[in-house]
C-alpha cells in the first residue's frame, strides 16, 4: 500500500502558483520523499526528490516539513501543460521499489 | 540522449491469445521495471532487472505472465493466455543502479486492449 495520503484531485488558474501537498506520517529517516508527474498518455516523469532540506530545480520546489511528516510540491506558474497527475513516493535509501497510489489529479484553468 | 523506447505503442487483441511487448532502455541502464497500470489507477511494479538477473517478480501472475532480459539490455514482457482484466497500459522503466535515491525513466508504455 503506498505510504502516501494526497488529495484526489486540485484545480488552479494559469500562470499563478500550485501547492500540492502530501501526507506520510510514517516516514523512516531513511526514506526518501519523490514526486513523479503523468501527463496524458505518457509515462510517468521525475519531477523533484529529497530527504531533509527543501530542494528546488528547473520544475519545480520540494518544501519538507521539519519533522518530515509532509512536504508540498510547489509549481511557482502554472502553465497549461502542467496539467498531470502528480505522485508523492516514499522510497527507502536501499530500496529503488516505486509504490504509486493514486496521486493527484491537477487541472489547469485558461 | 534517447529515452525509454516501448513497442508496440497499441495493441489489440482477443482473450486467450498471447501478446508480447517490448522495451529498450537508455544505454548504460543496469536497472529495467515492468509495470501495469490500470485505468484510473497508478502504475504497479511486475517485475524488476538488475542486468539480466530478476530482481523481484513478487507481483507478476506466473501463471500467465512471463518476462525476460537477454544480455541485459532489451526485455520483452509476454502475456499467454490474455484474459481481459490484462487490459491496461504496460509501462517499462529504467535507471541507471538501484537505490532509492535512482531516478526512474519511463518509457511511452502500451495501451492493451483484450476483447
Known amino acids: ?110 | 540522449e534517447a529515452g525509454v523506447a516501448q513497442s508496440p505503442r497499441y495493441k489489440i487483441i482477443e482473450k486467450r491469445q498471447s501478446v508480447a511487448f517490448w522495451c529498450n532502455p537508455i544505454s548504460g541502464h543496469a536497472t529495467l521495471y515492468w509495470y501495469q497500470q490500470i485505468l484510473g489507477q497508478g502504475p504497479k511494479l511486475l517485475i524488476q532487472f538488475q542486468n539480466n538477473g530478476v530482481v523481484d517478480d513478487s507481483q507478476l501472475p506466473k501463471d500467465r505472465f512471463s518476462a525476460e532480459r537477454l544480455k541485459g539490455v532489451d526485455s520483452t514482457l509476454k502475456i499467454q493466455p490474455a484474459k481481459l482484466e490484462d487490459s491496461a497500459v504496460y509501462l517499462c522503466a529504467s535507471s541507471l543502479d538501484t537505490g532509492g535515491y535512482e531516478t526512474q525513466y519511463f518509457g511511452p508504455g502500451t495501451r492493451l486492449l483484450v476483447l
Open chain 1, 1 to 110: 500500500d503506498a505510504k502516501t495520503t494526497q488529495p484526489n484531485s486540485m484545480e488552479s488558474n494559469e500562470e499563478e502558483p500550485v501547492h500540492l501537498p502530501c501526507n506520510h506520517s510514517t516516514i523512516s529517516g531513511t526514506d526518501y520523499i519523490h514526486w513523479y508527474r503523468q501527463l496524458p498518455s505518457q509515462g510517468p516523469e521525475y519531477v523533484i526528490h529529497g530527504l531533509t532540506s527543501n530542494v528546488n530545480n528547473r520544475m519545480a520546489s520540494l518544501a519538507i516539513a521539519e519533522d518530515r511528516k509532509s512536504s508540498t510540491l510547489i509549481l511557482h506558474r502554472a502553465t497549461l501543460r502542467d496539467a498531470a497527475v502528480y505522485y508523492c513516493i516514499l522510497r527507502e535509501n536501499r530500496d529503488d521499489k516505486i509504490i504509486f497510489g493514486k496521486g493527484t489529479r491537477l487541472h489547469i484553468l485558461p
